[in-house]
């Protein structure tokens, strides 16, 4: 039995215990580094990226990695944990949220890693402005994708049109979804969704109209008319029945199991290149893989590649140099490659994109091949997004678009108040 | 030399001074926790109020600036303030009518009264939790169980009443008011408390069952109604899980579930501003307090207290 003297002995072991393992000696030989990865994404992600910490894990002896998935709260959890002071070492970011992080601090400049812990001299030319804000590189790009348009092989063939192609202007594709939703002919299934809330859609718009997003300085690179053409263009196609009602496309939260076309609503979709995986993952019928609609054929087609995800270094981490070590397994070793596929996107390392090619499987072959056949269109990647730009995103743009297909308010107040909005919200 | 006079006194006090240290003692986990998990975090998030603090950098004080803006330059705080007022001006009268018309119903000396008693009570246990919300959005979505059965029974094509934006608050109230059972549980407890010598009078006298209800059970059940809307106002100014689990967090469509806790979240977690949200979390604690106070100063004009 435990009497009060055993316990005061017991406590005071425990106590030089505890006196003796900080002392230097003592750690050198208990060398276990831990380091925490936090990302999120599908159970197939949780799979390949563990995998990956356990390569890293058997490389390095004496590194324990704790992985961390994940959901709905992603964003919530990291920016608890930042605000509470135990930030995960790796996180993973993405392209819309990612200045943000950066410029409020929250992300290490990997500079001084680079070329040593990590090795740059096989990425594709250009990754590492894919993570550049202010200068300073601020986050791996993982993966590149680009955006894309997925179609119902199946839905084309009953209609017997044409799919749409790297020719595609958006008249043409206006024409094509009316037509193809009048084919379909069921109640609630539509040939596209209603895409006038996807930011990313309208930036392609916007880029084929010699227009930015976001001006370098961290405005909106557009004017109201832009934002009443695009709110206009929607609006017409939904009065035509091309395109979802206003009370389906409400439900879309932008993950791609509420998309229209998860959710056999639509079947067309605008989306990024990586992503049909797991469309292909929810559709009984083969998908295909073209480009976005174009403006006509002299303009720039509005495509470019963009990262798929980052992983980003904390500027808390104890372990930066590990850190660094570990994006720098993530991205070159052969190995991880080969764990990791195209999951995330296409690899940005070439000789990984090469060795990982002949494994894939059909879908993930399509997605790389349409990755490679933009090469001689895609134009340049667009300055990073300035402060506030994901709450523009979520707070202004979706919104809008929502009050426009319910009808409160007309496409030209829709674009003169999300120009209002830009002005409030966006900051340096 | 002190005499036992002297000293007795001094045995008393470190007595009592040790009964009162055991008392702290046993009172410990109950003062660790309000200390430390409510008044503390509630200090600081005043301190917070007074700050710009985005959750990443040290936070600058700024002064009355949030409660400002809150004021003059926020228009979804106002659209906010109209959801959340909207629901508790809905949800609080229909939950009181419902769980009281219930309570009676049961009073009446049914058969089986505990059963329907837990049936009841059933959905206040589990409507708050997520499972619930996530049931709601399957029955009253587009082709959701409400519409087949509308479909079914009128042949009537109803829209998607949780994203419409016109429709999508009064399935919340919905939620909100089908959780009536604890209040219910409070009116049973209240009605078996009237002493039934007051109805046996009344029906010699020859009141009607109605009369006896306003004239004898609606006053002698004052106090418990009271209380059931004091509790139930605070819950639904509260009210947060609902809306978050329906909307995705977005308090869509178009803002129309954005309950203010909900917007309260969405500048914290979702926009970085911690002080301007630690700012509207007092501003409803003052809007909280005022309803409740209003309501304790009404209540000398219409409870009848029976003493």
Request: aromatic residues 12%; proline residues 5%; glycine residues 8%.
């Amino acid at each position: 039995m435990l009497n009060r003297r055993k316990f005061l002995t017991n406590s005071a072991m425990l106590g030089a215990g505890a006196a003796v393992g900080s002392m230097p000696a003592f750690q050198a030989m208990a060398q276990e580094k831990t380091m925490r990865l936090y990302w999120w994404g599908t159970p197939n992600r949780a799979e390949r990226t563990l995998g990956v910490a356990k390569l890293f894990e058997a490389a390095n002896a004496g590194v324990k990695i704790n992985g961390e998935v994940g959901g709905n709260d992603y964003w919530t959890k990291l920016t608890t944990m930042m605000a509470g002071g135990n930030a995960p070492d790796i996180y993973q970011l993405e392209p819309g949220r990612f200045a943000d992080f950066a410029r409020r601090g929250a992300a290490l400049p990997l500079n001084d890693y680079l070329n040593k812990s990590i090795r740059t001299s096989k990425l594709a030319p250009g990754v590492l402005d894919l993570g550049t804000v202010d200068g300073k590189v601020t986050g791996m790009p993982l993966s590149l994708n680009a955006f894309a348009l997925f179609y119902d092989t199946e839905a084309f063939k009953k209609a017997g049109l044409p799919p749409p192609s790297a020719t595609t202007t958006w008249d043409d594709f206006a024409k094509i979804s009316v037509e193809l939703t009048k084919s379909i002919g069921k109640k609630n299934v539509w040939a596209t969704g209603n895409c006038s809330r996807y930011l990313y859609a309208f930036q392609s718009w916007l880029t084929q109209r010699g227009k930015l997003l976001y001006t370098p300085e961290g405005a909106a690179g557009f004017t109201a008319d832009d934002a009443t053409a695009w709110y206009t263009y929607w609006n017409d196609l939904a009065k035509a029945g091309g395109c979802s009602s206003a009370e389906v496309q409400a439900m879309d939260k932008l993950l791609v199991d509420s998309n229209p076309m998860a959710t056999g609503n639509a079947v067309m979709a605008i989306a990024f290149s990586n992503q049909l995986t797991a469309f292909q993952g929810v559709s009984k019928t083969p998908l295909a893989i073209s480009s976005m609609p174009i403006l006509n054929a002299s303009a720039p087609s509005g495509l470019f590649y963009r990262p798929g995800l980052h992983w980003a270094i904390a500027s808390t981490s104890k372990n930066p140099e590990l850190a660094a070590k570990f994006i720098d397994y993530f991205i070159n070793e052969p190995e991880a490659g080969k764990a990791l596929q195209v999951e995330r996107g296409v690899p940005v390392n070439t000789d990984i994109q090469a060795l990982v090619q002949p494994s894939l499987d059909d879908v993930s072959k399509l997605t790389v091949e349409y990755i490679k056949s933009i090469e001689g269109r895609v134009g340049k990647y667009p300055p990073p997004v300035p402060l506030g730009a994901s709450e523009f995103e979520e707070r202004s743009f979706r919104p809008m678009a929502d009050k426009v297909a319910f009808g409160q308010v007309s496409p030209k107040e829709a674009g003169e108040q999300l120009m209002a909005d830009a002005k409030r919200i966006l900051k340096i | 030399m002190a005499s036992m006079g002297d000293t007795s006194p001094d045995v008393g006090r470190f007595a009592r001074l040790q009964d009162q240290l055991a008392g702290y003692g046993f009172l410990a986990p109950w003062l660790i926790g309000f200390f430390v998990l409510t008044l503390g975090p509630a200090v600081a998030s005043f301190y917070l109020s007074l700050t710009d603090y985005s959750g990443l950098n040290a936070p600058h004080w700024v002064g009355a600036e949030n409660y400002l803006r809150i004021a003059t330059d926020d228009d979804r705080f106002w659209t906010a303030m109209n959801v959340t007022f909207t629901f508790v001006l809905l949800s609080v009268p229909l939950k009181l009518l419902f769980a009281l018309g219930v309570a009676v119903a049961l009073n009446k000396g049914l058969k089986g009264l505990s059963l329907f008693r837990a049936i009841f009570y059933l959905p206040s246990l589990v409507g708050g939790s997520v499972a619930i919300a996530v049931l709601w959005r399957q029955v009253f979505s587009g082709d959701g169980l409400l519409n087949q059965a509308l479909n079914m029974l009128f042949g009537y094509e109803g829209p998607s009443w949780i994203s419409n934006p016109s429709t999508s608050i009064y399935t919340l109230v919905l939620l909100a008011v089908w959780q009536f059972g604890s209040s219910m549980i409070i009116f049973l407890a209240g009605l078996r408390q009237i002493p039934k010598d007051m109805y046996e009078a009344a029906s010699l006298d020859g009141a009607s069952p109605a009369r006896q209800f306003f004239k004898i059970t609606l006053p002698l059940l004052t106090p418990v109604i009271f209380f059931n809307a004091v509790i139930i106002t605070i819950d639904a100014f509260k009210a947060f899980t609902s809306a978050f689990i329906i909307s995705d967090g977005t308090g869509g469509p178009i803002d129309s579930t954005l309950f203010y806790t909900l917007y309260l979240y969405q500048e914290a977690f979702t926009n970085f501003r911690f002080g301007y949200a630690s700012a509207l979390a007092w501003v409803l604690v003052v809007i909280i307090a005022f309803f409740t106070a209003m309501s304790f100063l009404s209540a000398r004009y219409w409870v009848h207290y029976d003493d």
